[in-house]
């Protein structure tokens, strides 16, 4: 039986924000001189997944005139220029050239779309790197920075319903974004020779072109080109491995629809560890990203990740995704769900409790990844689930009763912290204690309202209805009356919406 210690508030602060709370890490740092873009001579990809449609508020665009040379949003409270109107993105091609000795990156962003609305333009996110050229549809577009929006002027208006390639061209030298969501750096991490991206919550287009909100998801294809010997990872499944060249291509293909924000690549020195047996547990490829050396039976824990699979699946459904693994790097100091490859700091991958925190991670992939937030206000909806994922495997571990007793203690310890409510932090307390953990004690509070029956089962109903989407607080509480034939306004309004944090109800 593995335990673990009842966490106290400077630890859960610390530790269990583990989307986003660490502290920068300016090693490595190199200036540059002002880089020559060099496009990357391959083709591009076609899109074979069709990205499905997000449930929440993205078709409310539909017939609206973009104006031109005016920076966008796609209606976040939170973040009012992140995303963008009139087009649905199918997928990105992005074909990088990273020279680690200068710390640039070079590389033709391919975005191929659908337009919702009539555009005379055409907005992208895009930050800290350079645009050199711009084409839609193969010809060559005027195009101006305004704000954090790279504003595309195409040779004629695209009308609704049509579908069109944009190619831009850039480079630059990769740094960290700022963001109002966390006191650090996000976005591209160099620390010593190895680089990364931890993107969440709006840093994704601080490195790629993109409709930054999880509302317009898309599928992609990574093109990596490094130098030899250097390994460079991404999401999703390596497909191709090109070693011909002087250089190396590694070609990563991520099939089902990511929101932009879990998008990552990971370059250095680092193997790719195939896990045969957590492979055969899982019914899915398991593969990590690891220093060279290294092996999964230097992280214990690590080897459960099958076992890991199975139990989430048995509780949330099934597995969203076509693989699964991690990477673990050096400076991040917390961990982050990106998609199919959770990115884990070396420190915690070798800590006491990396055991939770790898359930915390492969549970985001239900809550979170396949079902993402429609506003940037529900991110209960990742970080209460995931945590409530960890309390499922202390409970398998342990019993029913330890947790109740754990649980117990950790509510009262939050009572009188005076926390924001979880459901309406401000901008920056979105990774703050209380959404993870007075999160996880609201769906504590419905499992113990509406029995263990219907809560799982409301629970796997919303992972499918919303797979590969968008959903909102109400869409979740929509799910959880329906599955329980009970009225649950009031349980999650105190929960949620009062800074209090109110008693268990009876279970």
């Known amino acids: 039986m593995t335990t673990r210690p009842r966490l106290l508030l400077a630890a859960v602060a610390v530790v269990l924000t583990a989307a986003s709370c660490s502290d920068t890490n300016d090693a490595a740092t190199t200036s540059v001189s002002e880089p020559q873009v060099t496009a990357p001579t391959t083709s591009r990809a076609t899109s074979t997944t069709t990205t499905a449609a997000p449930p929440a508020t993205a078709d409310a665009f539909a017939g609206l005139v973009v104006p031109e040379a005016e920076a ?187 929101a932009s924000y879990l998008a990552t690549v990971v370059i250095g020195d680092f193997d790719i560890v195939e896990d045969e047996a957590a492979s055969a547990e899982a019914g899915i490829p398991i593969r990590h990203v690891l220093p060279v050396g290294k092996t999964v039976a230097d992280y214990p824990g690590l080897e459960r990740t099958g076992e890991m699979v199975r139990f989430l699946e048995e509780k949330f459904g099934p597995y969203p995704f076509d693989t699964y693994g991690i990477a673990v790097v050096d400076g991040f100091g917390a961990a982050l769900e990106n998609q199919t490859l959770s990115l884990f700091d070396s420190n915690l991958a070798e800590s006491f409790f990396f055991e939770d925190v790898l359930v915390h991670e492969l549970a985001h992939h239900w809550f979170g990844n396949s079902v993402s937030p429609g506003a940037w206000q529900d991110i209960w909806l990742n970080e209460g689930f ?44 979105l990774f703050g204690p209380a959404v993870y953990r007075v999160g996880a004690m609201t769906l504590h509070a419905l499992r113990l309202t509406v029995g263990d029956e219907s809560f799982f089962e409301l629970l796997t109903e919303h992972a499918t209805r919303f797979a590969n989407g968008a959903a909102r607080t109400a869409d979740f509480i929509a799910v959880a009356e329906e599955v329980a034939g009970l009225e649950l306004d009031a349980l999650f309004d105190s929960w949620l919406y009062d800074r209090a944090v109110p008693e268990f109800p009876a279970g």
């Open 72 to 258: 966008l949003g796609i209606g976040d409270d939170y973040f009012p220029t992140l995303g963008n109107p009139g087009y649905d993105v199918d997928h990105y091609t992005l074909d990088l050239v990273f020279q680690p000795d200068s710390i640039t990156l070079d590389g033709i962003a391919t975005i191929e779309a659908t337009a919702t609305a009539d555009l005379v333009s055409i907005n992208l996110d895009f930050t800290v790197l350079e645009a050199v050229q711009v084409q839609v549809d193969g010809e060559d577009a005027e195009w101006q920075s305004v704000e954090e929006d790279l504003v595309i002027t195409p040779s004629s208006t695209i009308p609704a319903g049509e579908a069109f390639v944009i190619d831009v061209t850039y480079g630059g030298e990769p740094k960290q974004a700022r963001s109002g969501a966390v006191p650090f750096g996000i976005g591209w991490q160099t620390v010593n020779d190895q680089n990364y991206v931890v993107a969440e919550p709006d840093a994704a287009h601080s490195w790629f072109p993109n409709n930054d909100h999880p509302l317009d998801k898309a599928t992609y294809t990574f093109r990596l080109n490094v130098p030899d010997g250097t390994t460079a990872a991404a999401n999703g499944t390596l497909v191709e491995r090109i070693t011909d060249l002087g250089r190396e291509i590694f070609v990563w293909e991520m099939a089902s629809p990511m």
């Open 386 to 429: 995931a945590s409530y994922a960890e309390w499922l495997w202390i409970e398998r571990e342990a019993s029913r009763e330890f947790l109740e007793q754990e649980i117990a203690l950790e509510r009262d310890e939050f009572a009188g912290a005076g926390f924001p409510a979880p459901g309406e932090p401000p901008v920056f307390e």
